[in-house]
């Protein structure tokens, strides 16, 4: 596929086959992900790939925790709620989804079936979660970092065919992925990739996110 193909083709994908994804496969994606760039090559970040029944023990620990009320745990910090032009966006895209899988504002069971989807890695025959190392808390580059190397997991997948969703939903009970992906103490989780072949009947996989135009996102600086 070409460069263009990929980064205009790629959604999110939150509806999956349930066929298993080789591990070669998964090898070559993230090799082509670790050319993303990072702040003096420090490559902060690890992968923990997860299928199978430890994949099942963490979507169930979420579930179970999710439903019984547990706060969240995420061990990065997440900033205060959206507000303004950010909310805007995200409900945007989330009537969007709702739109596409016939999911009315006022039905709350739905929409709760919808969110607990997400604390099951929506279903997808892997996880990858990724983490950094701990001894570089603190620095804005770490996460930085880690966006760039998920950017071009993500990318790298689509480009094999591969879907996947950058979520966050996935790893907020992160006691649970720890205990179950067997996290090293010197890791800190970061975000979670679902990964698997994409259902094409799952009707959130045909919806397109809007973006605000470039005018509207940039400013050029000494071109007049
Ligand atoms: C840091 C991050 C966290 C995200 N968390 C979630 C999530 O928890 N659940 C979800 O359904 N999508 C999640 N997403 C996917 C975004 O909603 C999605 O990337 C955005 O709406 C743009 O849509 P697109 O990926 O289809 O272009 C997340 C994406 C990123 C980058």
Redesign the pocket.
């Known amino acids: 596929m070409l460069f263009d193909e990929v980064v205009l083709g790629?959604?999110?994908i939150?509806g999956y086959k349930p066929e298993p994804v080789p591990r070669a496969l998964i090898e070559e994606i993230i090799g082509l992900a670790m050319r993303a760039p990072s702040s003096m090559n420090t490559q902060p970040w690890n992968f923990y790939v997860i299928t199978g029944e430890p994949l099942a023990r963490i979507r169930a620990g979420n579930t179970e925790r999710t439903l019984s009320g547990v706060p969240q745990s995420r061990e990065f910090r997440t900033g205060q709620a959206f507000a303004n032009q950010h909310r805007d966006r995200q409900v945007g895209?989330a009537k969007q989804l709702f739109s596409a899988m016939g999911i009315a504002r006022d039905d709350k069971e739905m929409r709760q079936d919808w969110v607990l989807r997400?604390f099951r890695q929506f279903d997808a025959p892997v996880c990858v979660i990724i983490t950094y190392d701990k001894v570089l808390d603190g620095s804005d580059d770490t996460p930085f970092d880690c966006g760039a190397v998920?950017t071009a997991l993500v990318n790298a997948a689509w480009s094999r065919g591969l879907g996947t969703?950058?979520?966050?939903?996935?790893i907020m009970q992160s006691p649970v992925v720890r205990e179950h992906a067997g996290i090293a103490d010197d890791q800190v989780i970061m975000?979670s990739i679902a990964l698997g072949w994409p259902d094409e009947s799952f009707p959130a996989n045909a919806?397109?996110?809007e973006r605000r135009s470039v005018g509207e996102a940039s400013v050029f600086v000494g071109f007049d």
């Open positions: 790629r959604r999110s939150r895209v997400g998920a969703v950058i979520n966050s939903q996935g975000k919806v397109v996110s």
